[in-house]
């Protein structure tokens, strides 16, 4: 049997089911303990006030609808503009006449662009890409380097750059992302990507990259401190030796 929340009166309950009510206003209503947020409440008034809210929601949802893609906002400034144009000369009028034109034309023309500079900008990223991978892939190539192990760690070494005719090259740097000076004797000049693979190929961490090297790799120097005679560290961020070794054997059984 299911229980009214409100009666006017309590004829033809059981004395059961007559202590579940109490009277408030000469009604009786459902005696319920609120559990979790669920309780017996009147809720006319909030039916009220929801319906009267989604009725003002779809007027104003209508009046923003009436301007289609237009911002109201700036429909505003317009009404507005036209307020103050009332009282303006006929040259006055030309001349906001053309500087609104003027205005038009510059926004389409500088979000064209800003999309010419986009595509500049994603061609020079794969050009980029490009030039560093074909010199990395030729000089590890020459030193029989695995180039699926070794690559992502000479990319990490390497950028290109403008040279001084404007053509963009790949170029080794050191840790702040400025060119590294080589390594040989009596040199000052910038590193080349093909010095940077012949040491990396004496390095412990990447010696096992190389056909030819083992684990610790013949005559391997230094790891993560370098070889102690002035060779600059590998990143930091480099994989341990033995899951180097791992993966290059993997490799080779493929």
């Excluded at 209503?29 to 609120?34: G, M, S």
């Excluded at 609808?65 to 144009?85: H, T, Y």
């Excluded at 093909?194 to 030819?212: C, H, I, R, T, Y």
């Excluded at 790799?217 to 230094?222: D, E, I, P, R, T």
């Amino acid at each position: 049997m299911a229980l009214k929340a409100v009666l006017d009166k309590l004829d033809g309950l059981s004395d059961e089911f007559r202590k579940l009510y109490v009277e408030r206003d000469g009604k009786f209503y459902l005696d319920v303990e609120a559990v979790d947020g669920w309780n017996l409440e009147d809720v006319r008034e909030l039916k009220s006030a929801l319906s009267s809210e989604r009725e003002a929601r779809k007027k104003a949802e209508g009046k923003v609808g009436a301007f289609g893609e237009l911002d109201p906002e700036k429909a505003k400034e317009a009404i507005q503009k036209l307020e103050e144009m009332k009282d303006w000369t006929p040259d006055e009028k030309v001349k906001e006449q053309i500087e609104v034109q003027v205005a038009a034309i510059k926004e389409k023309l500088q979000g064209e662009i800003d999309g010419h500079i986009k595509t500049v900008e994603d061609l020079n990223s794969q050009l980029s890409t490009h030039i560093i991978d074909n010199s990395a892939l030729a000089a590890l190539a020459k030193h029989k380097g695995n180039s699926k192990l070794l690559l992502p760690h000479v990319r990490q070494m390497v950028k290109a750059v403008k040279d001084e005719n404007g053509r963009l090259i790949a170029q080794v740097v050191d840790e702040k992302g400025g060119p590294r000076i080589s390594m040989k004797q009596g040199s000052t000049d910038p590193m080349e990507i093909e010095e940077l693979v012949e040491w990396m190929k004496n390095q412990s961490d990447f010696a096992p990259g190389f056909e030819g090297n083992g684990a610790s790799g013949s005559g391997a120097k230094g790891g993560s401190q370098g070889d102690g005679g002035g060779n600059p560290p590998p990143p930091a961020d480099l994989s341990p030796t033995a899951r180097l070794a791992r993966a290059h054997k993997e490799a080779r059984t493929t």
